[in-house]
């Protein structure tokens, strides 16, 4: 008997978890952190029903703190077995979790600052520095394409998803006493032709899938059109000698915003532009897209030809001091600031958000999700004050949201990627990592185009495979 549970982004886009029961072995896929949402705390200590020491193996799709982030709450519980990853997602993930343990820590002493003031218990954090280490130990760096073995009944094959460095989508075959049946887990799917990595490939055909469905409900604007709009706000911005602040994910949306200014100074249509990225996890994660040149897409390899970089060109600075990143909410004059976090939860874009979104020159632009109940999405929604550590801000900022800039497929990406293990076709397709509405439009259409009915699980079902 093989069974899946869903135990994370089933009915919402974060918190991604999947675990995998077969007569002899354990496995999860994915352990990821809620974000956004109120609840969030409260559904990021809540595990899955089982002992972690019982897990055979971890399977880790992408280094997204959405993907990887409560690792670490399955070894400070015991678990010694390996998590399979790529190389890429391998480096990518310690830089995600050091970091996410330090706001883990900080955000424990302030919230505890204040229940000491009321006199009520205090709360641990999820986890701290310390226990990283634990976890980068048990990583275990596995090739695209290769057949890897990972327990005594499963075996994987990792196909490129092209939604950041290392991310991949996972085919797990498993030999359940005479039969051998397939089921593949999407990841995230990327957008084909964005720009510096590699397009998705889409696995070999399984009976089981289980995919994502983010943007299930509509297509993104394209990246074209999307490049026009950008350059027209950055040509306004310049006119007027406005700030631009951009909160981008430091992982993949920064490195891909870099890329496009840098492509519009080296084709003439900008002549300068002060470009800081004011995130240190955004500048070391754009030092490992450097390394690793081997998974960059035609173009990239066409501007190294060149003796150029894609990740970088004159008047672009990457911030990595606190002080330096103070200084830029005093700087006047046209500049752009992309700073992480990218639904505006916490980092330095919040600080840079409070000292300039009262400024009516001021432009913001959003490139990707929010999440309910961030301060992103509020500021999306058009709300027009906002409070931010605690002070009412009025928003006079011109908000922007480019929607075509998502490293996530849109509804035809998904179908198209879908489309080759629909010949199968799979006796069970699942579909997660989306908001209810999302599935049931992708649903619909699955339906429409491939004459199958995919299920939207909800937390905590299992289905006997």
Known sequence: MVKLGMYGAAGEVTGSCYLLRTSRSTIMIDMGMHQGEREA??????????????????????????????????????????????????????????????IQCADADRFNAKLRRSGEPQQEPLYCPPDIDPVLGLMRRVEYDAHTRISDDVHMIVSD??????????????????????????????????????????????????MESTYGDRDHRTLEATRVELLDILTQAQSAGAKVIIPAFAIGRTQDLVFHMGEFLRRGLLTRLNVFVDSPMAVEATGL????????????????????????????????????????????????????????????????????????????????????????????????????????????????????????????????????????????VFLTHGEDRQRSALSAKMQERFNIRPLCPVYGEEFEL
């Not at 840079?352 to 992103?376: A, C, D, K, N």
């Open 41 to 102: 705390d409260e559904h990021n200590r809540r595990l899955p029903p089982i002992d972690p020491r019982e897990l055979d193996a971890v399977v880790l799709t992408h280094a997204h703190l959405d993907h990887c982030g409560r690792l670490p709450m399955l070894t400070t519980r015991g678990f010694r077995g390996p998590i399979y990853c790529t190389p890429a997602t391998a480096e990518l993930a310690e830089i995600i979790l050091r970091d996410s343990a330090e």
């Open 161 to 210: 998803a092209g939604h950041i460095l290392g991310s991949g989508s996972v085919r797990l075959v498993v030999h359940d006493g005479a039969r051998t049946f397939g089921i593949v887990f999407s990841g995230d799917i990327g957008v084909s032709g964005s720009p510096i990595l590699r397009d998705p490939v889409t696995p070999e055909p399984a009976d089981v899938v289980v």
């Open 289 to 428: 897209y450097g390394r690793y040149t081997h998974l960059h897409d035609e173009r990239a390899h066409e501007i190294a030809a060149s003796k150029q970089s894609p990740l970088a060109f004159p008047g672009l600075t990457y911030v990595r001091s606190a002080q330096e990143s103070k200084r830029l909410n005093d700087a006047r004059g046209c500049m752009v600031i992309i700073s992480a976090s990218g639904m505006c939860t916490g980092g330095r874009v919040v600080h840079h958000l409070y000292h300039s979104l009262g400024r009516p020159e001021t432009h913001v632009i959003f490139v990707g999700y929010q999440g309910h109940g961030t301060l992103g999405r509020r500021l999306v929604d058009g709300q027009r004050t906002v409070r931010i550590f605690g002070d009412p801000i009025d928003v006079r900022a011109k908000i922007h949201t480019l929607g075509g800039f998502s490293a996530h497929a849109g509804q035809t990406g998904l179908l198209d990627w879908f489309a080759p293990l629909a010949g199968g076709p799979p006796r069970m």
